[in-house]
Structures are given as C-alpha cells and as structure tokens.
C-alpha cells in the first residue's frame, strides 16, 4: 500500500467524485512547493499518490474541484480545495474530501 490516499465524495450526487484531478506538494523551506505526485481518482473517487514512503514534513494535497464541477455544469464556489498536512511517521495516511459544490469537509484517515 503506498503511503498516502485519498477518497472523493461527492456529497450532492451521493456517489464518488470520479476523474478529479489531485496534486501533492511538499512545503520547503522559505514556502517553496516541491511537486511530489499527480493523478486522477478512478471510478470509485479513489487515489493513491506519492512513493511507497513520505520523509516527515508538511504536504499540501490539492483537488481540482472547479473542474470536476464545470464538467458536470454545476456551479460552485471552490475551485480548488488544498489540504496542508504534516507527516510525522511511517503510519499509512489517509485524506478523504467530503465535497459539494459550496462546501468541502475532511480528516485523518485510516
């Protein structure tokens, strides 16, 4: 299993936000964003992004929300929804987004 994750709700439909585009970002010194890993959620609003290992520090996951709308022509107030996280161990990490189109929810995973 790699080291991070990610699953999409689509709280208005009441299914997986399928095609959502998702970047991670590691935050360097001096507020430098470092690109880690890039990729789509699959059919079931799911994605696993990075190496098999993070090296302890602060990440940003950022999802392409506005798109993902924009295709389904509903409008939203979003456009991108970013995650700042700080990784601490070698602990699998899991960041679920809860989306509708003027609000977004997360937490910790397992």
């Known amino acids: 299993m790699t080291h991070l994750t990610t699953h999409i709700l689509d709280a208005t439909a009441g299914a997986p936000a399928a095609s959502v585009a998702v970047s991670l970002h590691r935050h360097a010194a001096g ?3 470092h690109p880690i890993a890039e990729g789509l959620t699959d059919a ?3 994605l696993a ?3 098999d290992l993070l090296d302890p520090g602060m990440y940003a996951l ?3 929300t506005g ?3 924009a295709d389904r022509d509903t409008e939203s107030f ?3 929804v970013t ?3 700080t990784v601490v ?3 699998h990490y899991h960041v679920p987004l809860l989306l509708s189109p003027f609000s977004y929810s997360t937490y910790r995973g397992s």
């Open 83 to 85: 995650i700042t996280f």
């Open 67 to 69: 798109a993902y709308f």
């Open 49 to 51: 992004l990075g190496p």
């Open 78 to 80: 979003y456009p991108l």
């Open 89 to 91: 161990d070698d602990r």
């Open 44 to 46: 079931d609003g799911r």
């Open 62 to 64: 950022t999802f392409a």
């Open 31 to 33: 507020g430098t964003l």
